[in-house]
């Protein structure tokens, strides 16, 4: 069939009273039949909607292609720097300057990850981006290398709006309000499935000698978790399309459990003592941030994991790449030149930077002090951390700086704000209740890539994100409380 | 692939602590992402895991077999009764004897049903049975002809076993337990839509010119609900069904918006006043007990539905010839021989019939009073009612006879109490919390027919139900907390 194209505004013109009458309630209900659930603090046995907007968040097309676009060649560029002497040398003095985690991290690699007999590696990568408000292109805020979340529920929303759009709820007349191919629907949910079962098979082909026992054997993923994950039915959905897409079983361990319930077998397998079955790829939902470490045995579980046979996405060299300080050093010319050689790819990589200043005694590191303190409303402070939280914004940044010692500052990076424009017509739902304020959305893009050395077995983009928070919040946790999940209204 | 068909037993042997450790997380998660779900009463922005079965509970698959053969004969002999003249001689004398309920359905089908132009009927059915311990045969409890629930839960819970299985989850090593084919998965979930498909295109045939037309016409089935409903997402599944399966938005309005909310269009087509949409099947999930017509606006509700020209699933017609009455009636030779011509199926359906007593001044009426006096251990009694919690059983009923007026034992019929062995290996969990009584199964199979007199446009077995209840409580009630959605493994 041809579909006429038809104008209409960027948003539906249902009044507040129709979208708390009828769109919530129906989108509630949604949610709780289709895994768009939080675990509830409360009782485990309750599930509560997850966070989301009503209507999907206009996004140029043209700005969402271009981002898809970057993934492949950030996922490259992101082994490359993973397989790098480079890192290393970076990661050293990055771990003098912060030993409280980097320097725990960078230890584990050195005296672990190097034992593995594992030559594959994985990473399932998000990079996220706002879009400039004057330039309408996407602006990179982080590139994140480990625990990447929301692949599961991203597709779901997508799905959500579809629905409440084809039922005709965004329109008093009960018509379809977008038409179709306007709507997104993020493919993560399916991609990331596809990539893990992808690294499965390639542990099983270095592993076992035909075809035939691949088919027959029962290796599993690890999914590695906190041990009260609220977010947890966005991994459940991917555990459901493992099993359901590929016939792959999974099990989940936290960091406490992983050493009583898995053992070595020949090679350092990853074997479950209780079934007996080897865990072929180790997928982290944890061990991004210092609190993941609380006791001296998480970081011995994650040594015993790194030197299992398993692939892991990710192992310590792939998450290691992805600090905020790596981030800060790709804008530099010189640096992102050593990884990328095609010149038409470095630049369009390169077009999607802010400016971003060490704070160490180079040039650009005596600048960065200087704006940090003279200007800082331009700008956003960072550590080495990754989960939400741990930023200063603006005016925040000169007092908080000089309330810690100098030789210190080399562990934060000075990041330029990015001017996203704010969504004024679209509304929060959480726990059933409304929001108004304004929003920001930022677009993740999911990125998967297996590697072996300069062997690139797989290197896909892994479907999309759409996150908004509310302005008056400078961080967006969905989970916190702060931003939901959203998806895409692609305009042209 | 072939598998060596592998003996085991009825039931996994794995231990309460692991069920309680590894099943019951898996299998609430699983519940409150896939709609196995129950709304909250305190807050309807949150959902409860419905009580299900750990494990599916063994039905010899003979049994399932012959109640599976019997549908399609039951819908045509519900059909024919609906047609017929001495339904309505029968439901008029009932009416008398029960004025408060079946005398209102009968004066409103008297006042109403033949004003519609409608000549379309549409019986959504669910024969109900207990497997008798001592032949192993089906034999019917009841036959519900309105408002039959867990259509959506039913495959659901299906699917769930399934996952438990695949996944490991009811053997220790972590195998399955289960060999393909031996679990049932309810095709409920996308019989039923397909029957309400079925009925709106027949709706369409009937009511436009072209098939290009039909296809381009936004007619939509109406969900008619109860006002809070709890078991609400078993609607929703077939709602969502609809959508996906078949493109066909529904509506949902309760006995109070009813008239608010719809109009008369053209010979009296049921118009939705908002959105001008046409509800061409009328999909009744209340109106089936009295406490569904608090108020007399309600009765006026269902008799503006019933006069409307959509295809009433059910009309009053269809939803009397399904009272206790008429079901003890059957069991009479000469009386379903009116209906059924072929000996061969007459046979077969009276083999699923237990011994059913009048309680009027008959001879059969006389022996029912003197066994309910004296012998009520090895009966149930039952008033014209739907929903639960209606029946008298065992030693209570001589007391609750005498408590009323003799001439009021004739709306009540005396029902044989049929012997099924309970299952003592199950678990039932609701709210995550473990119960080990012994329960009893009983096995529903939907069937749905649509007919114009004689003329049977569709006639269909749509799918099984198994609900297990505790053995210590009479009645089943999901909703009401004594009962639960389970599934069939199938047992050669
Ligand atoms: N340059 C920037 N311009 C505007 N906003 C920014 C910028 N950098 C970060 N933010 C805001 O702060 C949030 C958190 O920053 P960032 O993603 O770098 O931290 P994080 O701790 O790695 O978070 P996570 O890994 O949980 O996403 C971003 O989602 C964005 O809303
Ligand atoms: N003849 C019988 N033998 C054994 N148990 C019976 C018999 N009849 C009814 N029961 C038990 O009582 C329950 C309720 O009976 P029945 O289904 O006839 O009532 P109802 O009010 O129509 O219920 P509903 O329509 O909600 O299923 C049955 O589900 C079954 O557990
Ligand atoms: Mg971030
Ligand atoms: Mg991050
Ligand atoms: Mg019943
Ligand atoms: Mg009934």
New interface residues.
Partial sequence: MDFEKKEHPEFPTVNKAHVEQVIV?EL???C????V?LA?SE???????APTTVFPTPVPRAAYQSAKQLQKPFNKLYAQIANSKWLLKETKSLAKADPEFTGRLFKLYEDRTAKSKQTLKYGIFRSDYLIDHKTASVKQVEFNTVSVSFGGLSSKVGELHS?LN???KYD????SFYEPGELHVSESIVFLVKALAAALTLYKVDTEDTAAKREQD?KVVLFVVEPKELN??DQ??LE?NL?KLYGI?SLRATLDEVKTEFTYGRDNRLV?K????EAGVVYYRTGYDVRDYAKEDHWDARGFLEESFAVKAPDLSVQLAGTKKIQQLLTEDKVISKFVDDAKTKKELMDSFVKIYPLDNSEQGKLGKKLALEKPENYVLKPQREGGGHNVYKKDIPAFLKGIKEDEWDAYILMELIDAKPTTKNFIVR??KLSTEPIISELGIYGSIIFDGDNIHMNDYSGSLLRSKLVSSNEGGVVAGFGCIDSMYLMD
């Fill in positions: 309630p509630s209900q949604w709780l039949t289709n895994g659930a509830s009782n485990v046995y309750t599930a509560v909607a629905y084809v039922m005709g008093v007349a009960g018509k029962d947890l039915y459940k959905l459901y099993l079983n479950h209780k079934t007996g079955k726990d059933g």
